[in-house]
């Protein structure tokens, strides 16, 4: 299982469709679109192919807060339904986390939606807990 960063208009439109599952809200114009302007904000896209096509992705990026000093916060972290089960999203959160460490950064954070189970019970088993509630105010 190969991990590779996207780097390209090329590799961001083999993640497209592993994203979208996640984020059914995405066209490929509005994913083409944002990419760039989060790149900015140091996100990274990493992802796992099969048979030449993206089947599971993780985003991230560096973050620095007073409660947590620098940090890696995993915006996305996906694998296509079909593709589950292989250990695929394992292996991204495990290299996102040897990267932290590397780095000597303290933590690493993510968000995950409150019906994801599947995802709760990776997170949970890779040792992360449960530390807060985000809120949001839609406008």
Same mark, same amino acid.
């Given at each position: &299982?190969?991990?590779?960063?996207?780097?390209?208009?090329?590799?961001?439109?083999? $993640?497209?469709?592993?994203?979208?599952?996640? *984020?059914?809200?995405?066209?490929?114009?509005?994913?083409?679109?944002?990419?760039?302007? &989060?790149? +900015?904000?140091?996100?990274?896209?990493?992802?796992?192919? +099969?048979?030449?096509?993206?089947?599971?992705? $993780?985003?991230? *990026? @560096?973050?620095?807060?007073?409660?947590?000093? *620098? @940090?890696? /916060?995993?915006?996305?972290?996906?694998?296509?339904? +079909?593709? *589950?089960?292989?250990? /695929?999203?394992?292996?991204?959160?495990?290299? =996102? =986390?040897?990267?932290?460490?590397? +780095?000597?950064?303290?933590? =690493?954070?993510?968000?995950?939606?409150?019906?994801? @189970?599947?995802? #709760?019970?990776?997170?949970?088993?890779?040792?992360?807990?449960? =530390? @807060? #509630?985000?809120?949001?105010?839609?406008?």
């Amino acid at each position: &299982m190969q991990i590779q960063i996207a780097q390209t208009k090329e590799d961001f439109l083999k $993640c497209f469709d592993v994203m979208q599952a996640l *984020r059914p809200h995405l066209t490929p114009e509005l994913f083409l679109e944002l990419l760039p302007k &989060m790149k +900015e904000e140091n996100y990274s896209l990493l992802f796992i192919e +099969e048979n030449d096509k993206a089947v599971s992705a $993780c985003g991230f *990026r @560096y973050l620095t807060t007073l409660f947590d000093g *620098r @940090y890696i /916060y995993i915006d996305d972290l996906t694998t296509l339904p +079909e593709a *589950r089960g292989k250990g /695929y999203a394992g292996a991204l959160f495990d290299y =996102v =986390v040897e990267k932290a460490k590397e +780095e000597g950064l303290k933590a =690493v954070h993510l968000d995950s939606g409150h019906q994801r @189970y599947d995802a #709760h019970r990776l997170y949970l088993n890779k040792g992360m807990k449960i =530390v @807060y #509630h985000h809120f949001r105010l839609e406008l």
